[in-house]
Each structure stands twice: as C-alpha cells, then as structure tokens.
C-alpha cells in the first residue's frame, strides 16, 4: 500500500509559498503528502481560504486569529467568524490558529489572552477542535483548556517539550504536532517524547515557510519536506514505516475528525 502523509500545518497561502502554490502541492505529492491543513492567521484570510477549500479538496482549512495578529483585531471579529463557521461548517475542519504566544511584547498579553479564551468558547460551543500556538506559554493554555472545561480537542501545534508536558496535553484530548525540530540533535526532550509517548499521541507537519528542518536553515519550508519529517520520526520510533504513516493518517481524520477513508 502506499504511503499518505498529512501536513497539519502548512502556511501555503502565505507570501512565500503562494506564488508557486500549485508547484509546492505537486512536489509535496510526489513523496507521499496526499492532504494537508492551511490554517488562517487573520480575519484578512478566512474568505480567501474558503475558496482555496473549494478549490482543493485535498486541503482542509482552519479559521481563526493568531496571536502574532492578536493587536490587530478585537473581539468583534469573532462574530463574523462565528458566522462563517455556521455557514460553512462542513468546510472548516477547526478553530486556528490561536493560542498564547509570551515571547511577544508584554502589552499584547491582554488582547492574546482574551481573543484565545474567547475562540476557545467558540470553538467548544461549535463542537471544533483547535489548533493551538504556544511560546512561552504552555501552562497558560493548559489552565485556560481546563477553566473552559473545552473537550474538543485538537492539536497543539509545534510541539517541543518533554514526555510530561506532552503528556498533560494528551489527556486534554490532543495530539501532538511534531515537525522539523526533531531534526535537530539538541532537541533531546522533543526528541525523548517522540520515543516514549504513544504512537496515537502525535500527528506530523511542517509549518512551512518557517520551521526549517536541520540541513536547511535559512530555507524556505515546504510541504515536500514532510517526507524527511517523517523519516526522522521512523528513527526514534520501534514501528516499521508503515505502520508509522498507517497510525499517523488516522490520527490526523481522527483529531480533525476528518472521514477515515480517504484523503480530502
């Protein structure tokens, strides 16, 4: 059987990808990439990636706002997302990119903390899961998860922590995102959770443009690069590839609740 491989998290849209869009799918697909999630960062990009949607329906798509775009926006935009996730709800796989970034500017925090806590309600009231951003602030979103009582689930995206850390979000009902940073010999906690967590717990991606696997530092990311991803993944785990990218593919339909059997 062939091996499918899921991008969880890829910025196709963005200034760097877009141009040659349809030639980074193409590349991604000739090894092995047969679905992919674009998530929005920005009011500016929810409409845009509905049609992209339509267009492709291989790629699911998540809407919501960044925290990087948190000073930009208010919480009048949520309206309209709210809008657009009951208009076109079999269309829009998840809530995201939200979350908490801390290595921002402190006066940030307070719009970051009330965009999150209001899209994570959303999200819970809508029955989506979520993609979740993290720097600096994983015990935040962990303590804002469990106040909401949200049991949607998702994805915490970029995953880089230890076992434990992992682990706490695990049973909060989420998988792991893991990407290009275990590529890198220093990453030893990231790397050690990788080996010990189960299998069911992680989901692959890219996060291209950005996240450069080791080798390719100051490159732009693309989703072809999901193939070495994977092959650094089948290096820190006992199971053959197979049944690596098998368990994979179902946790991805699974944690974006996506139809087990095919691609889109």
Known sequence: ??????????????PELAPQMAAHWQAAQAVGVAALLIPAVEQAAWQPLLQLRQQQPEWQIALGIHPWWAAQHSLQALTALETMLREQQDEICAIGEIGLDFALAPDTFSMQQQLFEA???????????????????QPHLLAAIK??????????????????????????????????????????KTRRAVEQLPLSAFVLETDAPAMPLAGFQGQINTPAQLALVFQHFCQLRPEPPAQLAEALW?????ALRLKPTSAG
């Open 1 to 14: 059987m062939t091996m499918m491989l899921f991008d969880t998290h890829c910025h196709l849209n963005l």
């Open 119 to 137: 899209q994570l309600e959303l999200a819970s009231r809508l029955n989506k899961p979520v993609i979740l951003h993290h720097r600096k602030s």
């Open 147 to 188: 106040r909401e009582n949200f049991a949607e689930g998702g994805i915490l995206h970029a995953f880089s922590g230890s076992p434990e850390q992992g682990q706490a979000f695990i049973e909060l009902g989420f998988k792991l995102g893991i990407g290009g940073t275990i590529s890198y010999e220093r990453a030893g």
């Open 250 to 254: 179902h946790n991805t339909k699974q």
